[in-house]
C-alpha cells in the first residue's frame, strides 16, 4: 500500500523539555529553529524578549560572535490561544546584602528579604533552567580558564552537560583545586538536578526543568550571585529521602536516583549498568522472584540523555519516574541489538516470562523520551515490552522512532496480560506505533505521527480507545489479525492517512472482530473502514466524522442477537459527562509547577508509615492543616497504619511515593452492623468542593468486617471534579495484613458454612462507595482488588480466601461519574453497583469472581443489608460482575466482566465447557444502560434484564470469551 506524503508532524515536537500538552522551555543551539516570542507581549533580560508565542511564526537563534551559543526559548502548545509564556515573580537579594546589577535582570523579580522563602513563587522549575546556563555558559567559562578551550556544546536535551563533581554529593564545599564557581555548580546539581527534594520528586511533584524567561549575553558572576542567594534560601536538609519500607531488609532504599548509581546522562557515557543497578539493589524482586511488595522502589531519572547498550529491566513493585517537565532521554546506541529497550517483563532461557503477565501488578512508567533513532532502521526493536496487569501505566512518553522505508521499530509491544491503562503518549515513526495484544485494556491520550502502521493489534478480548489522534501513517487501526475481539473507539481523530481503520474477518459474528465507533473525526482519510474484500465505509480527502458504526451482535432488553454491520444511533450524551462535545478527561497532576514551600511531608509532619505506629492522629492533622493551607501533601511511601477513619477534606491534594499503604486494624471496624470508612473524603454526603488524590492503596489488616475502605462524599460537580488516580484498594494477601497463606489457606475440599467459615479473614465491608449526594467524581487507573493468592514471593503464588462483602457501589443522585480503566474484583455480593445513580461513564471496566464461590455461594459471609441497597441471592449463586438497579444515563463503553473458577476449579470456564462456573453476571434492573463491547467468561447467560434472562454465550462465541457488541436497555 502506498503510503502517504511524508510531511513535518506541526509545531512543537516532543523533545526532552517538552512534556505533551503542556507549556514548556527549551534550550535551542544557535542555527536552530524555533518558535518566536512576541516582542510586544513583554521584555527580559537585556531587551531579549519573553512572553506571548506568534502564531505560527518560527525562527533561527542567530551565532552571533557577542551572544551565548544557546537560548531558552519560550514555547507553548497552545500558541493559538495567545495564552503568556511570562517568568514568575521572584525577588533577589545578594547573600552579604549588596545590590545585584539590576541591568540583567528582570525588574519584576522579587523574592523579598533575606531569609524568606525564595521559591514560593520563582519555583523550581525557573531555577534549574538557569542552572542549565549556569552548568553550560558558567560551566563553558570555567572550563576555558582552566584548559584554555571550550567544553563541548551540551546535547539538545534539557539537562546541564556533564559535570565532574559528583552529582549525588550534598556538600557545599568544593575540593580545594575547584573554583568557588564550581562550588554553586556542586551545590546546585544536588539540589536541583540530581536530588530535588527526593521526598517530594516523585513523579514530579516538584519541576526540575524550564523556566519562563529568556536569557542573553548574561554576566556570568551576576549568575554565580543568582545562585548563592537561591541556595542560602533553601531548605539545606533536603537531599535525603523519607520513604520506608518496613518489611524490607535494614538500609533498605525506596527512592533511588540512577545518577546515585553512576549513570551521567551526558548522551555519551553508557548508562545502562548503572540503571539496572539502581532498579535492581537491594535484595528487590526481579526476574525469578515471584512477587513481593516489601521491596517497593521509586527509580528517578533526572533530565538528561542516558545511553542505553541493553535492555532497562524492570522489577516487581517498581516506579520508573523522569522529571515532568525536562523529559529525560532513554537513547539506543547504534550497535543496540536487542528486542526491546525497555523491558517489563523479561523472557528467562526456557522461553517463559520472568513474571506471569497477569500477576504483573503495581508498576509505573512515566516522564521520558524513548529515542530508538540511533539504532537500525531495519532493526525489529520496540521502546517498552509492557505484558502487564491491572494497577500498571504508562503516561506522558514521547517515542522517537525511524521513519525510514525499512523501518521495523515499534514504540510499544504488548503480548500478553490483564491489564490496565496506558495514556498521554506521543510517537513519531516506526513500522508499528504500538504493536499490541492483552485481555483488555483502556488507552487514553495517544498522538501518533508518521508511523506505517499507527496501531497494530495482536489480540484482544476487550480494548477501549479514547482520544487518539493519528496523523500521516498509511494506515490507523490495523484489526486484521484474527484473535481481534472487540474494540472499542471514541471521540478519536485520524488525519492524512489513507486508511483509517482495517479488519480481516470475512464472515458474521460471532468471530472476532467486534466493533463500536463513536465520534471518531477523518481528514483527507479516502477509506474509511476497509473489510478483507474491500471498502467497507467511504471516506473523503475533506473532513467528516463517523458519528457511530459498528459491528457485531446487539440486543435489546426483548430483542436478540441481530447481526449487523454499519451506522449506529451514537449515545446520547448527558451534558455533565462531556467537556467541548468529547467525554471529560483528565490526566493525573504531577505538581510541578507548585513551590517546594507548598508541599509537605507525611513522614516530617509526624506520621511514621511503619506499619506498626498508629499514624491516625498525624495523617487527620496533617490532611486537616495542608488542605487549609492549600499544600500538597507528600504521602511517603510506607505503611501507615490507622486505628479510626482518616477524614480527608475538601481542597486537598494527596500524592503518593511508591504506593503507600493506608492499613486500617483494630475493633473500630470490626462491626459488621455499623460499617466505618477508613479513608472518608468529604465530612458528609453532599459536602462541596472537591480533592486530588493520587498513587495510593489503602488496605486492612486481619478480621475489619465493619470497614469500608473509602468513602466519597463530596459534591465535586459545580465546578472542577475530583479526581482519583492510581488510588487502589487493596483486602489481603501480603506482608502486614495478617491476611496471607498461613492465615486464610483455601479450603476447596470443605464445604463452608456460616459455622465453620473463617471469621479471621472477613477483612472488608466494601471496598468503596459513593454515597448519594457526592457528584463530580473522576476515577482512572483505579484497582479495587480482594486477593485471590498471596503476593509475597514466600507463597509463590498459592491461592488464598479472603472475604470482602461489596465492590464499588456508586449512589450518586446527580452524577456524573467517570470511570477510566477501573476494575473491581473477588468481592462477595458484587463488583460494579449502580443504584439509584445517574450519568455515569464507563470506559473498560473489569470484574472477576471470586474464586471461592460457589464455595460459599454469595449468600456468605454477608448478609444483605437494605441500607446499602444489597441485592439477594438464592442457593447456588455466585456475586453479580455488574448490577444496575433504578439507573439512568449509564454509558459503558467496554466491559470485561469474568468468572474464572467454580470453587477453586478453573475447568468451568475452559472453552466447550459450557461456560458453567456461574449462572448470571450482569443484571439490569429498571434502569437505561447502553453497553458497547461486552465481553463474558464463564457466565451462561450473559445479560439478564429485570430478572429475566436476554443473552446466552452459546449464540455469542468469540473464542475464549463471549461478545455482544451492542446492548440498549
Given at each position: 500500500?502506498?503510503?502517504?506524503?511524508?510531511?513535518?508532524?506541526?509545531?512543537?515536537?516532543?523533545?526532552?523539555?517538552?512534556?505533551?500538552?503542556?507549556?514548556?522551555?527549551?534550550?535551542?543551539?544557535?542555527?536552530?529553529?524555533?518558535?518566536?516570542?512576541?516582542?510586544?507581549?513583554?521584555?527580559?533580560?537585556?531587551?531579549?524578549?519573553?512572553?506571548?508565542?506568534?502564531?505560527?511564526?518560527?525562527?533561527?537563534?542567530?551565532?552571533?560572535?557577542?551572544?551565548?551559543?544557546?537560548?531558552?526559548?519560550?514555547?507553548?502548545?497552545?500558541?493559538?490561544?495567545?495564552?503568556?509564556?511570562?517568568?514568575?515573580?521572584?525577588?533577589?537579594?545578594?547573600?552579604?546584602?549588596?545590590?545585584?546589577?539590576?541591568?540583567?535582570?528582570?525588574?519584576?523579580?522579587?523574592?523579598?528579604?533575606?531569609?524568606?522563602?525564595?521559591?514560593?513563587?520563582?519555583?523550581?522549575?525557573?531555577?534549574?533552567?538557569?542552572?542549565?546556563?549556569?552548568?553550560?555558559?558558567?560551566?563553558?567559562?570555567?572550563?576555558?580558564?582552566?584548559?584554555?578551550?571550550?567544553?563541548?556544546?551540551?546535547?539538545?536535551?534539557?539537562?546541564?552537560?556533564?559535570?565532574?563533581?559528583?552529582?549525588?554529593?550534598?556538600?557545599?564545599?568544593?575540593?580545594?583545586?575547584?573554583?568557588?564557581?564550581?562550588?554553586?555548580?556542586?551545590?546546585?546539581?544536588?539540589?536541583?538536578?540530581?536530588?530535588?527534594?527526593?521526598?517530594?520528586?516523585?513523579?514530579?511533584?516538584?519541576?526540575?526543568?524550564?523556566?519562563?524567561?529568556?536569557?542573553?549575553?548574561?554576566?556570568?558572576?551576576?549568575?554565580?550571585?543568582?545562585?548563592?542567594?537561591?541556595?542560602?534560601?533553601?531548605?539545606?536538609?533536603?537531599?535525603?529521602?523519607?520513604?520506608?519500607?518496613?518489611?524490607?531488609?535494614?538500609?533498605?532504599k525506596v527512592f533511588r536516583n540512577v545518577k546515585d548509581y553512576g549513570a551521567v546522562g551526558d548522551g555519551?557515557?553508557?548508562?545502562?549498568?548503572?540503571?539496572?543497578?539502581a532498579i535492581s539493589e537491594g535484595d528487590r524482586c526481579g526476574p525469578g522472584c515471584v512477587g513481593s511488595?516489601?521491596?517497593?522502589?521509586?527509580?528517578?531519572?533526572?533530565?538528561?540523555?542516558?545511553?542505553?547498550?541493553?535492555?532497562?529491566?524492570?522489577?516487581?513493585?517498581?516506579?520508573?519516574?523522569?522529571?515532568?517537565?525536562?523529559?529525560?532521554?532513554?537513547?539506543?546506541?547504534?550497535?543496540?541489538?536487542?528486542?526491546?529497550?525497555?523491558?517489563?517483563?523479561?523472557?528467562?532461557?526456557?522461553?517463559?516470562?520472568?513474571?506471569?503477565?497477569?500477576?504483573?501488578?503495581?508498576?509505573?512508567?512515566?516522564?521520558?523520551?524513548?529515542?530508538?533513532?540511533?539504532?537500525?532502521?531495519?532493526?525489529?526493536?520496540?521502546?517498552?515490552?509492557?505484558?502487564?496487569?491491572?494497577?500498571?501505566?504508562?503516561?506522558?512518553?514521547?517515542?522517537?522512532?525511524?521513519?525510514?522505508?525499512?523501518?521495523?521499530?515499534?514504540?510499544?509491544?504488548?503480548?500478553?496480560?490483564?491489564?490496565?491503562?496506558?495514556?498521554?503518549?506521543?510517537?513519531?515513526?516506526?513500522?508499528?506505533?504500538?504493536?499490541?495484544?492483552?485481555?483488555?485494556?483502556?488507552?487514553?491520550?495517544?498522538?501518533?505521527?508518521?508511523?506505517?502502521?499507527?496501531?497494530?493489534?495482536?489480540?484482544?478480548?476487550?480494548?477501549?480507545?479514547?482520544?487518539?489522534?493519528?496523523?500521516?501513517?498509511?494506515?490507523?487501526?490495523?484489526?486484521?489479525?484474527?484473535?481481534?475481539?472487540?474494540?472499542?473507539?471514541?471521540?478519536?481523530?485520524?488525519?492524512?492517512?489513507?486508511?483509517?481503520?482495517?479488519?480481516?474477518?470475512?464472515?458474521?459474528?460471532?468471530?472476532?472482530?467486534?466493533?463500536?465507533?463513536?465520534?471518531?473525526?477523518?481528514?483527507?482519510?479516502?477509506?474509511?473502514?476497509?473489510?478483507?474484500?474491500?471498502?467497507?465505509?467511504?471516506?473523503?480527502?475533506?473532513?467528516?466524522?463517523?458519528?457511530?458504526?459498528?459491528?457485531?451482535?446487539?440486543?435489546?432488553?426483548?430483542?436478540?442477537?441481530?447481526?449487523?454491520?454499519?451506522?449506529?444511533?451514537?449515545?446520547?450524551?448527558?451534558?455533565?459527562?462531556?467537556?467541548?462535545?468529547?467525554?471529560?478527561?483528565?490526566?493525573?497532576?504531577?505538581?510541578?509547577?507548585?513551590?517546594?514551600?507548598?508541599?509537605?511531608?507525611?513522614?516530617?509532619?509526624?506520621?511514621?508509615?511503619?506499619?506498626?505506629?498508629?499514624?491516625?492522629?498525624?495523617?487527620?492533622?496533617?490532611?486537616?492543616?495542608?488542605?487549609?493551607?492549600?499544600?500538597?501533601?507528600?504521602?511517603?511511601?510506607?505503611?501507615?497504619?490507622?486505628?479510626?477513619?482518616?477524614?480527608?477534606?475538601?481542597?486537598?491534594?494527596?500524592?503518593?511515593?511508591?504506593?503507600?499503604?493506608?492499613?486500617?486494624?483494630?475493633?473500630?471496624?470490626?462491626?459488621?452492623?455499623?460499617?466505618?470508612?477508613?479513608?472518608?473524603?468529604?465530612?458528609?454526603?453532599?459536602?462541596?468542593?472537591?480533592?486530588?488524590?493520587?498513587?495510593?492503596?489503602?488496605?486492612?489488616?486481619?478480621?475489619?468486617?465493619?470497614?469500608?475502605?473509602?468513602?466519597?462524599?463530596?459534591?465535586?460537580?459545580?465546578?472542577?471534579?475530583?479526581?482519583?488516580?492510581?488510588?487502589?484498594?487493596?483486602?489481603?494477601?501480603?506482608?502486614?495484613?495478617?491476611?496471607?497463606?498461613?492465615?486464610?489457606?483455601?479450603?476447596?475440599?470443605?464445604?463452608?458454612?456460616?459455622?465453620?467459615?473463617?471469621?479471621?479473614?472477613?477483612?472488608?465491608?466494601?471496598?468503596?462507595?459513593?454515597?448519594?449526594?457526592?457528584?463530580?467524581?473522576?476515577?482512572?487507573?483505579?484497582?479495587?482488588?480482594?486477593?485471590?493468592?498471596?503476593?509475597?514471593?514466600?507463597?509463590?503464588?498459592?491461592?488464598?480466601?479472603?472475604?470482602?462483602?461489596?465492590?464499588?457501589?456508586?449512589?450518586?443522585?446527580?452524577?456524573?461519574?467517570?470511570?477510566?480503566?477501573?476494575?473491581?474484583?473477588?468481592?462477595?455480593?458484587?463488583?460494579?453497583?449502580?443504584?439509584g445513580t445517574k450519568a455515569v461513564f464507563m470506559g473498560q471496566i473489569q470484574t472477576e469472581t471470586a474464586?471461592?464461590?460457589?464455595?460459599?455461594?454469595?449468600?456468605?459471609?454477608?448478609?444483605?443489608?437494605?441500607?446499602?441497597?444489597?441485592?439477594?441471592?438464592?442457593?447456588?449463586?455466585?456475586?453479580?460482575?455488574?448490577?444496575?438497579?433504578?439507573?439512568?444515563?449509564?454509558?459503558?463503553?467496554?466491559?470485561?466482566?469474568?468468572?474464572?473458577?467454580?470453587?477453586?476449579?478453573?475447568?468451568?470456564?475452559?472453552?466447550?465447557?459450557?461456560?458453567?462456573?456461574?449462572?448470571?453476571?450482569?443484571?439490569?434492573?429498571?434502569?437505561?444502560?447502553?453497553?458497547?463491547?461486552?465481553?463474558?467468561?464463564?457466565?451462561?447467560?450473559?445479560?439478564?434484564?429485570?430478572?429475566?434472562?436476554?443473552?446466552?454465550?452459546?449464540?455469542?462465541?468469540?473464542?475464549?470469551?463471549?461478545?455482544?457488541?451492542?446492548?440498549?436497555?
Amino acid at each position: 500500500m502506498a503510503r502517504a506524503e511524508t510531511r513535518s508532524a506541526p509545531f512543537p515536537q516532543p523533545v526532552a523539555c517538552e512534556p505533551p500538552n503542556h507549556k514548556f522551555m527549551r534550550t535551542v543551539q544557535c542555527g536552530e529553529s524555533a518558535r518566536k516570542c512576541d516582542p510586544s507581549a513583554s521584555h527580559g533580560w537585556n531587551g531579549v524578549a519573553v512572553a506571548r508565542v506568534w502564531r505560527g511564526s518560527n525562527f533561527t537563534v542567530p551565532c552571533s560572535s557577542g551572544s551565548i551559543r544557546r537560548r531558552v526559548v519560550c514555547c507553548t502548545e497552545a500558541a493559538a490561544s495567545g495564552r503568556s509564556c511570562r517568568p514568575r515573580h521572584a525577588s533577589l537579594s545578594a547573600a552579604n546584602g549588596d545590590s545585584v546589577n539590576k541591568k540583567h535582570v528582570d525588574p519584576r523579580l522579587d523574592l523579598g528579604p533575606p531569609g524568606s522563602t525564595a521559591l514560593r513563587a520563582f519555583q523550581l522549575h525557573g531555577l534549574l533552567a538557569m542552572s542549565t546556563l549556569l552548568n553550560g555558559v558558567v560551566g563553558d567559562h570555567h572550563q576555558r580558564h582552566r584548559h584554555g578551550a571550550r567544553a563541548p556544546a551540551p546535547n539538545k536535551a534539557c539537562h546541564p552537560p556533564s559535570t565532574k563533581l559528583p552529582l549525588s554529593s550534598t556538600s557545599t564545599t568544593a575540593p580545594a583545586s575547584e573554583s568557588s564557581v564550581s562550588t554553586v555548580c556542586l551545590f546546585v546539581s544536588c539540589i536541583f538536578v540530581g536530588h530535588v527534594d527526593t521526598r517530594l520528586v516523585n513523579s514530579g511533584l516538584v519541576n526540575l526543568a524550564y523556566g519562563n524567561f529568556v536569557v542573553d549575553e548574561l554576566n556570568y558572576v551576576v549568575v554565580v550571585v543568582f545562585f548563592v542567594v537561591v541556595v542560602n534560601h533553601v531548605n539545606h536538609d533536603i537531599c535525603r529521602s523519607l520513604g520506608v519500607a518496613p518489611f524490607a531488609p535494614g538500609g533498605y532504599k525506596v527512592f533511588r536516583n540512577v545518577k546515585d548509581y553512576g549513570a551521567v546522562g551526558d548522551g555519551a557515557t553508557d548508562d545502562t549498568a548503572a540503571i539496572n543497578r539502581a532498579i535492581s539493589e537491594g535484595d528487590r524482586c526481579g526476574p525469578g522472584c515471584v512477587g513481593s511488595t516489601k521491596t517497593p522502589g521509586l527509580i528517578y531519572f533526572p533530565p538528561g540523555t542516558y545511553l542505553i547498550s541493553s535492555p532497562i529491566v524492570d522489577f516487581y513493585y517498581t516506579q520508573l519516574i523522569g522529571n515532568p517537565s525536562c523529559l529525560p532521554v532513554l537513547k539506543a546506541t547504534s550497535s543496540f541489538k536487542d528486542r526491546w529497550l525497555l523491558d517489563g517483563d523479561q523472557y528467562g532461557p526456557n522461553g517463559k516470562l520472568a513474571w506471569g503477565s497477569t500477576n504483573v501488578f503495581w508498576r509505573q512508567v512515566a516522564n521520558f523520551v524513548i529515542d530508538l533513532t540511533n539504532a537500525p532502521s531495519n532493526l525489529l526493536v520496540a521502546g517498552i515490552h509492557w505484558p502487564t496487569a491491572q494497577a500498571t501505566s504508562l503516561s506522558n512518553i514521547v517515542f522517537r522512532l525511524s521513519e525510514a522505508p525499512d523501518t521495523q521499530h515499534q514504540g510499544v509491544f504488548i503480548e500478553e496480560g490483564s491489564a490496565g491503562y496506558v495514556g498521554d503518549l506521543v510517537f513519531y515513526g516506526g513500522a508499528q506505533a504500538l504493536s499490541i495484544g492483552n485481555q483488555q485494556f483502556t488507552m487514553r491520550n495517544l498522538t501518533i505521527y508518521n508511523a506505517q502502521t499507527a496501531i497494530q493489534q495482536i489480540w484482544s478480548w476487550g480494548w477501549t480507545y479514547i482520544g487518539v489522534s493519528i496523523n500521516n501513517c498509511s494506515v490507523g487501526f490495523d484489526f486484521s489479525a484474527t484473535a481481534v475481539g472487540s474494540i472499542v473507539i471514541v471521540d478519536s481523530h485520524i488525519k492524512d492517512t489513507p486508511v483509517g481503520v482495517v479488519f480481516g474477518q470475512s464472515s458474521a459474528p460471532p468471530l472476532s472482530n467486534n466493533f463500536a465507533f463513536e465520534n471518531v473525526g477523518l481528514k483527507n482519510v479516502p477509506v474509511a473502514i476497509q473489510g478483507p474484500s474491500g471498502t467497507v465505509l467511504a471516506g473523503s480527502t475533506g473532513a467528516s466524522t463517523i458519528a457511530a458504526w459498528g459491528r457485531g451482535h446487539k440486543y435489546t432488553s426483548t430483542s436478540g442477537p441481530t447481526s449487523f454491520e454499519g451506522a449506529i444511533a451514537p449515545n446520547s450524551r448527558t451534558p455533565s459527562l462531556v467537556a467541548g462535545g468529547d467525554y471529560y478527561t483528565r490526566s493525573k497532576p504531577q505538581y510541578q509547577n507548585v513551590p517546594l514551600s507548598a508541599i509537605v511531608s507525611a513522614r516530617d509532619a509526624g506520621a511514621k508509615g511503619d506499619g506498626s505506629t498508629d499514624d491516625t492522629a498525624a495523617l487527620n492533622a496533617l490532611f486537616t492543616a495542608a488542605a487549609a493551607a492549600d499544600k500538597v501533601v507528600f504521602l511517603d511511601a510506607g505503611i501507615y497504619k490507622v486505628s479510626s477513619t482518616i477524614k480527608i477534606p475538601t481542597g486537598s491534594r494527596i500524592f503518593g511515593e511508591a504506593y503507600p499503604v493506608i492499613l486500617s486494624s483494630g475493633a473500630f471496624f470490626q462491626n459488621a452492623n455499623s460499617p466505618k470508612p477508613v479513608v472518608q473524603i468529604g465530612a458528609a454526603s453532599g459536602a462541596g468542593g472537591s480533592v486530588e488524590w493520587s498513587n495510593t492503596i489503602v488496605s486492612t489488616q486481619g478480621a475489619q468486617p465493619g470497614a469500608i475502605l473509602i468513602e466519597f462524599n463530596l459534591a465535586s460537580g459545580g465546578g472542577t471534579p475530583s479526581g482519583l488516580w492510581d488510588v487502589h484498594t487493596r483486602v489481603g494477601g501480603f506482608a502486614g495484613t495478617n491476611l496471607q497463606l498461613a492465615n486464610c489457606p483455601k479450603t476447596p475440599s470443605v464445604i463452608v458454612t456460616a459455622a465453620n467459615l473463617n471469621q479471621n479473614c472477613v477483612a472488608a465491608f466494601m471496598s468503596m462507595h459513593v454515597t448519594a449526594g457526592a457528584t463530580g467524581l473522576y476515577m482512572e487507573n483505579c484497582w479495587l482488588w480482594v486477593a485471590d493468592h498471596d503476593i509475597e514471593k514466600e507463597a509463590n503464588n498459592q491461592q488464598i480466601t479472603v472475604y470482602a462483602g461489596r465492590g464499588l457501589l456508586v449512589e450518586s443522585v446527580a452524577g456524573p461519574v467517570w470511570l477510566y480503566g477501573t476494575s473491581v474484583e473477588h468481592h462477595q455480593m458484587y463488583e460494579y453497583q449502580l443504584a439509584g445513580t445517574k450519568a455515569v461513564f464507563m470506559g473498560q471496566i473489569q470484574t472477576e469472581t471470586a474464586y471461592y464461590q460457589k464455595n460459599p455461594d454469595a449468600r456468605l459471609p454477608f448478609a444483605p443489608a437494605a441500607a446499602y441497597r444489597d441485592p439477594v441471592f438464592l442457593a447456588g449463586d455466585s456475586g453479580w460482575g455488574l448490577r444496575v438497579v433504578d439507573s439512568a444515563d449509564v454509558l459503558v463503553y467496554g466491559a470485561g466482566v469474568y468468572s474464572f473458577f467454580d470453587n477453586y476449579n478453573v475447568s468451568c470456564s475452559d472453552i466447550g465447557s459450557g461456560a458453567v462456573c456461574q449462572k448470571r453476571d450482569v443484571s439490569i434492573e429498571h434502569s437505561t444502560v447502553s453497553v458497547y463491547n461486552l465481553n463474558t467468561v464463564g457466565a451462561t447467560k450473559m445479560i439478564t434484564v429485570d430478572g429475566v434472562d436476554v443473552a446466552d454465550y452459546s449464540d455469542n462465541i468469540d473464542d475464549f470469551i463471549a461478545s455482544i457488541a451492542l446492548f440498549r436497555s
